[in-house]
């Protein structure tokens, strides 16, 4: 039987990865509460203008965006969960 687990020390410069997997997660979530904002302000001036496009367009801007905070910030646990999967497998 094989039993082999993730090494955490086994390559020079993982805790560098580790930094820097977690400074782009931040960079992704400071881009989606960016978008989530013009997306909105978007969405109000189409309503408020009658512009029936731009209220659509900002509506599934704002979606957009809580789908993708939603995705930067649960990543690891995600991934966590599935391998938890594979490892039942």
Request: with cysteine; hydrophobic share 55%; aromatic share 6%.
């Amino acid at each position: 039987m094989i039993d082999i687990a993730p090494n955490g020390s086994g390559l020079p410069g993982i805790e560098q990865l580790r930094v820097i997997v977690g400074a782009v997660m931040t960079v992704g979530l400071i881009l989606a509460v960016l978008a989530l904002i013009i997306a909105a302000v978007a969405w109000g001036y189409g309503a408020n203008s009658s512009n029936p496009h731009l209220a659509s367009r900002g509506k599934l801007g704002v979606l957009v965006a809580c789908s993708a905070a939603v995705i930067c910030g649960a990543s690891v646990t995600l991934v966590n969960f599935f391998w938890g999967v594979g490892q039942s497998v």
